[in-house]
């Protein structure tokens, strides 16, 4: 009987090839699974040992992730670069949202285009203005109209009530007032929500107190800043990536991953820490020996300027118009924010 002929490779047969393959193949996938259990065995170790520390005795791990999860994805949510951040220059309002982004045609938060039109004619238009904080109570703010029991004999009669958002996050005096008059024909009359932040927001010592803060950002991106920018964004990143483990299912049960999240997360925000501090370095105060003090004071100053400005034009107007002021979280004496403020 002849003999079967293979072909060669080499000067070895194919069947030979092959089992070769396959034992070094056995070699391999054995090393890798000595390997995941001695990790698996590490693990188990590590986080029995944090346990019987107790790092997070007493904490909601999932609450925790939770609310570091939504202020990271809105700071970094379908942003690739500087120049394509949630925000963007604006010519008359200093800065307003990508309106390529959660933001309507205007950069503001809404769900319709601006300017805004009455869902009838008894439609009562309330517009909504100041830094994130209104933004964040815009919506708080139409709920409550809708279910005022003050204004139920309006409803009764047929009246509606529409809150309009016209706040965004680093808006300030006088960018408001400018977006206050942009949009004065728009609205019947207006709540003006400005916080700590609000008032004293600094563009910068090497600006004037009327600068939007976030001019250095959108109007001098040089090559260095762009550079530390960029850099500031990968860390966003990485952080909000960080977060989203710890609402995985696993991880965020693990006491071993939450002592390496805050010790991870901790580096990375110092790291962002340090870069800001670069930023503010590379651009020399004009004033280079104004006192933080005189510098709050002409901040404060300016914001009520403008402040008082908005509110003639309103009474000239025949606006109503109401200021509220959420005293600071930040000093001692100051009013801390409640959990439903905060959220």
């Known amino acids: 009987m002849p003999k079967e002929v293979y072909p060669a490779v080499h000067g070895l047969k194919f069947p030979s090839i092959i089992f070769k393959m396959l034992a070094r193949l056995k070699d391999v996938l054995l090393v890798f699974l000595l390997l995941a259990l001695f990790l698996a065995a590490c693990a188990v170790i590590l986080e029995?040992?944090?346990?019987i520390l107790g790092v997070s005795r007493g904490m909601d791990k999932q609450n925790y992730y939770s609310s570091l999860a939504s202020w990271e994805a809105d700071n970094v949510k379908h942003v690739s670069s500087p120049m394509d951040d949630f925000q963007i220059a604006h010519p008359l309002f200093g800065h307003v949202g990508n309106p390529r982004l959660d933001t309507n045609n205007y950069g503001f938060r809404s769900d319709t285009s601006y300017p805004p039109?009455?869902?009838?004619?008894?439609?009562?238009l309330v517009g909504v203005f100041g830094?994130?904080?209104?933004?964040?109570?815009?919506?708080?703010?139409?709920k409550e109209l809708e279910k005022s029991s003050q204004l139920a004999q309006a409803r009764a009669c047929g009246y509606t009530f529409t809150a309009v958002n016209f706040a965004d996050r680093g808006m300030k005096q006088p960018q408001q007032l400018q977006v206050f008059l942009h949009f004065l024909d728009s609205f019947d009359l207006s709540v003006n929500l400005d916080g700590h932040e609000d008032a004293t927001s600094d563009p910068g010592?090497?600006?004037?107190?009327?600068f939007s803060p976030r001019t250095s950002q959108l109007y001098f991106l040089d090559p260095a800043r762009l550079d530390r920018l960029n850099r500031i964004l990968r860390i966003r990143k990485w952080q909000a990536l960080l977060v989203k483990a710890g609402q995985?299912?696993?991880l965020g049960k693990s006491d071993f991953y939450f002592a390496a999240f805050r010790t991870w997360n901790g580096m990375l925000e110092a790291k962002r820490l340090a870069?800001?501090?670069?930023?503010e370095q590379l651009s020399p105060p004009i004033i280079p020996?104004?006192?933080w003090q005189l510098r709050s004071t002409e901040l404060v100053a300016a914001w009520e300027k403008y402040v008082r400005i908005q509110h003639l034009v309103a009474r000239q107007k025949g606006k109503p118009d109401?200021?509220?002021i959420q005293p600071s979280q930040y000093n001692k004496g100051g009013k801390i924010l409640s959990e439903e403020e905060t959220h």
């Open 48 to 51: 029995l040992s944090f346990r």
């Open 117 to 124: 039109h009455r869902r009838s004619p008894k439609d009562i």
């Open 131 to 142: 830094g994130s904080m209104a933004r964040q109570a815009g919506e708080a703010i139409g």
């Open 205 to 210: 010592r090497n600006f004037p107190v009327e």
């Open 248 to 250: 995985h299912s696993i």
């Open 275 to 279: 870069l800001l501090e670069e930023l």
């Open 289 to 291: 020996n104004q006192s």
């Open 322 to 324: 109401f200021f509220f």
